[in-house]
């Protein structure tokens, strides 16, 4: 059932410009200073693993928004290179995260987007990997390709290109619940998709509420103002995204009941995402 939104107590901030926009969130000016050792190395050794070949370099997540938490938040990068990435580029990443995260306490994690600049500016992902890089990402280094993408509005089309796709992630992920054999795999898998879940279920009611936050807990109470039937499913879903937890009942919950209903309910209201010749690697 759906329900008209009552008051929302964050009115005054929508995370939109005077004209509708979507916000650019992030800076490095807002990274913590805790943080600021993490994010100089990231950038030093991206530069010296890829060189001329990296267009550009992002930050994105908690840290660039000044939100993250000493020894709680992950270290999130993207990175464009001049050409399409090969399997070597992606063992350089991880290598580098798996450094990054021995050496540095302050962070629990590293990942990082890896794509070709080609990619992100083409005309299949404008509304999905384009409008992340223009929204949701923070110049690090390089040319910022949010220069050469359009402005965004919270829109169904922005909706149904962002998440539209739930679907087929549930189908990986029933595969990638029995590989996960330790608590730590399995945390990890609860944090990747109760993030994920929890901002399918916003963008369904994005272009509604007509505004834009990455904040978990209030994603989930805007879900919660039009879906009051699942809110309690996604308000614990935003829980996990912060202090997960590996049970796996929870997996088995997200894969069997939530995400179906979601990938369901999304299809029906904006529609399914265009195919894509290679899923961009999300949780």
């Known amino acids: ?148 993408l359009p402005r965004y509005r919270p829109d169904s089309r922005l909706a149904r290109e962002t998440n539209g796709d739930l679907a087929l992630h549930l189908a990986r992920w029933r595969t990638r619940i029995p590989e996960a054999v330790t608590e730590e795999a399995r945390r990890v898998l609860v944090r990747g998709l109760s993030h994920h879940l929890v901002r399918t279920g916003f963008t369904l009611v994005m272009p509604r509420w007509n505004g834009w936050t990455s904040d978990l807990a209030r994603m989930a109470e805007v879900f919660a103002a039009y879906y009051p039937g699942r809110a309690d499913q996604l308000r614990a879903a935003a829980v996990l995204g912060r202090e997960p937890h590996g049970a796996p009942a929870v997996l088995w919950l997200y894969v069997d009941d939530l995400g179906p209903w979601l990938a369901d309910e999304y299809a029906r209201v904006h529609g399914v995402k265009a195919p894509r010749p290679v899923t961009p690697p999300r949780p």
């Open 1 to 148: 059932m759906v329900s008209a939104p009552p008051h929302d107590g964050h009115r005054q901030d929508k995370g939109l410009d005077p004209h509708g926009y979507i916000r650019r969130e992030g800076a490095l000016g807002l990274v913590p200073d805790a943080f600021r050792p993490v994010v100089d190395a990231a950038r030093t050794r991206l530069s010296d693993i890829f060189g001329t070949r990296m267009s550009s370099a992002y930050l994105y997540g908690s840290i660039p928004r000044g939100t993250a938490r000493v020894g709680r938040s992950d270290l999130d990068l993207l990175v464009a290179l001049r050409e399409e990435p090969t399997d070597t580029d992606h063992d350089d990443v991880r290598a580098l995260g798996d450094a990054l995260d021995a050496e540095f306490r302050q962070i629990d994690g590293v990942g990082t987007l890896l794509f070709s600049r080609a990619r992100l500016l083409s005309e299949l992902e404008t509304y999905d990997l384009g409008w992340f890089v223009a929204c949701l990402c923070t110049p690090l280094a390089g040319e910022d390709l949010a220069e050469r």
